[in-house]
């Protein structure tokens, strides 16, 4: 049986504007994904969305998420993080037990304040009223990894893959976690398994390979990754560049 609250939780809705909600969605389509030119997709169809419906309250929430995680790279402007807070809290005054609102400041306060007891706090709100809500379990795990929280952080981060099993981000931070362990193999299995959701994208690739440049097999590495193109923005960029300084 519903409670007060959680029936006005499922009867809550976001937007009337059907052009604001197909915005959002093609925004989300690209969530999980590793390359910075579609991180800077995504903002541009949540910022039609709230132009379209500056009512929106979970679109400002994401919008919000989207320029924290922009400011912790590539931008850490001091434009850039007014515009996430001014997100989020745009999110919060539209509704204020909204947990996509929660989650975004949780972030904000992660990746722009580096208050990681704030963040945890805001994403165990989320949490009250959605349970199962991948993104703030996935971004738990983050700030648990960060906190040197490693077994904590490892089983949220299972827990979100569960949830949400073809968000590629969410098997890369595994392997990241693995790797900075030095668990390698287990590192490698999760690369592997992102690779799996996004087998044309490179970045994986590049991670799993230095996973065996961190052991000392280079040649093993370069096999990996040779021929494979990579942009400086990139992440595994740097791989490449130490490849081919040692080799």
């Not at 800077?40 to 995680?69: H, S, T």
């Not at 007891?117 to 009223?129: P, R, S, Y």
Request: include cysteine; charge should be negative.
């Amino acid at each position: 049986k519903l409670t007060g609250r959680e029936k006005q939780e499922v009867a809550f809705v976001g937007t009337k504007n059907p052009e604001a909600y197909d915005a959002v969605l093609h925004a989300l389509a690209l969530r999980g994904s590793q390359h910075l030119e579609d991180l800077m997709k995504q903002r541009e169809f949540l910022q039609r969305a709230v132009d379209l419906d500056p009512n929106y309250a979970q679109a400002w929430a994401i919008l919000g998420g989207i320029d924290a995680l922009i400011y912790f790279f590539p931008d850490n402007s001091a434009e850039r993080k007014e515009k996430a807070r001014t997100a989020v809290e745009t999110a919060l005054r539209l509704v204020p037990d909204l947990a996509e609102g929660h989650t975004a400041m949780g972030m904000y306060k992660y990746y722009c304040q580096q208050d990681y007891d704030g963040a945890l706090a805001q994403f165990a709100k989320t949490l009250e009223h959605a349970p199962n809500d991948w993104n703030a379990i996935f971004f738990t795990s983050l700030v648990q990894r960060r906190q040197g929280k490693f077994d904590d952080s490892i089983r949220a981060n299972r827990q979100a893959a569960v949830l949400d099993p073809l968000n590629e981000d969410i098997p890369v931070n595994l392997g990241h976690t693995y790797r900075g362990l030095r668990r390698f193999d287990e590192a490698r299995t999760a690369f592997d398994h992102a690779l799996t959701i996004a087998p044309e994208d490179v970045q994986p690739q590049y991670m799993k390979a230095e996973t065996y440049l961190a052991q000392g097999d280079v040649d093993r590495a370069w096999q990996m990754v040779n021929g494979l193109k990579i942009s400086p923005l990139d992440s595994g960029f740097g791989t490449y560049l130490t490849l081919l300084a040692i080799r």
